[in-house]
């Protein structure tokens, strides 16, 4: 593996592929191959960007990779496809993204599923910002569908969180309050030239004035109009004001890399708690042999839990 | 907690109210009530509903509900709310539920969030779940806006599932045909009054036509209108025919119950090997310097989990 993590550095894109794909399906070496990048991440600014089905951020995502490629910034771009039997319409997977992204070298594109992931999507895709941020791409944009709690988790890995609305959400906005306020450092009105655009902004205003952020930012509102590249420069703008605010304020910015950092050490625990039990304490036939057993009420699965946990020497009562 | 078992076994509403929130935040002594009252359980057919938002689901499980309750067939009723910063309009538990239905003894209803439970709302569902069927409830439905894995991981452990689609999804039928083809038992097209129903229906059809189920049953489709209480009784003669088709079926049905079984018996572990490992491995004062030096580069997340896995005993190279 040490040669694909040399080639991830240098920034070859089809070795930056294989290595997504491996931490996607957790496939042997993927821990190994982590554990090299790992020294050589931490370097790109990682900008998660969510919002409802068809407030148009892929669109929005593709300008803002479009404007730092004129400067010369390395974009990698996550997008998270949310693989739902209800989202309806077309998956991300299949959308057209402009053109010469793909040939460009400066921009790495990679769908991902959101599930039939072992631990977890937000495990694969916080994986997955490490191998882009390790092959110098300087921007990490994530893009998810915020629907569950998964995509939720996903973007609080993030280092800076855009927010796009649409207008005409309407009371939607109010029913939306409790989560929003909670992820949003930028929010985008996105179709802003759709009316009630000014009704969703006061709305928001007012929810905004009304929060109480421990770090003391105010989130700002941008408009945009990312079918015509308008605002565009706007949101760049507020995403570097509010990297520049983390940098000027180490501690809260700290305390939020350490919380990430905590729960990604949780969720890798996790997954290797259970691989670990599956290996040591229980064989798939006797599993089987359990679940049977608790299906047919002739055991209960509490019981069949603290067994195999009391096998493994974890028991503590 | 026997005493408490005693009134659930005695159907009394307040008591099983105060287990499901006991259950819901995973509260010392939830398990010991679990355990107490798995033998009362596997009595209900336990009915899942899914469908996207806005589909009508709510209006259907409350014209649903009444139905049994005409047939003097108690009914417990779990709305899993998706709690989403994304959902829009108004949360499950605002809004209006069917009068006479909160005073009606021989009905139960409770909205779920779906996050914040400690090992995750299919977990908690699955418990809610076992409270109502040892309470003497005899059918109880799940309602889900399916939309994650979260809500499919729920339906998935139904005994039938009923997947609600509206005229007009078009295109969409084809996009979401991977996933429904899994999980629906039963389809209702509601707003069956609208334009676009024959043509829902016919693509509904293609695609059944072509599935494949292990078990031999066709998906039986039914048109409905919930807010005019049409298509009701075709619903509940479909759960019924699928009832008594698994009935009939004996091994599927149990490969299916005891495919359930082994995935609720992993979730259990893993909520108990991640609450062992923060007990015994790992101080919360050792987790957070583990954390900063994560944060900080200093270390890689990967080590750490070897470290704290090696510490409980269960490396394995």
Redesign the interface.
Known sequence: MSSLSEKIFAGDKRSIGRAISAVEDARAGA?EL??QI??H??KALVIGI????GAGKSTLVDRLASFYRAGAVRVGIIAVD??????????LGDRIRMQGMATDPGIFIRSMA??GHLGGVARATVDAVAILDAAGYNKVIIET??????E?DIVKTADVTV?VLVPG?GD?VQ??K???ME?GDIFAINKADREGVLRTERELEMLLSISDRPDGWTPPIIKTVATEDSGTEALAGAIADYEGFIASHHQES?GR??????H???E???V???E??L??GVSKEE??E???A????RR??????DE??AR?????R
């Open positions: 821990t982590l554990r790992f020294p991440t931490g969510t919002g409802a089905p949310p693989s739902s039997p209800f989202t309806g319409g077309a998956l959101s599930r569908v915020g629907v569950g709690q998964d939720v927010v959400m939607g029913a939306m409790a989560g929003i992820i700290d890399r350490a919380k990430v950092a905590e990604r050490i949780i890798l625990l996790r290797r708690l259970l670990a039990a290996a040591k599993l089987g359990m679940a049977a608790v299906a047919d009420h209960d699965p509490y019981s069949v839990v195999i946990v493994l020497g974890l028991d503590q």
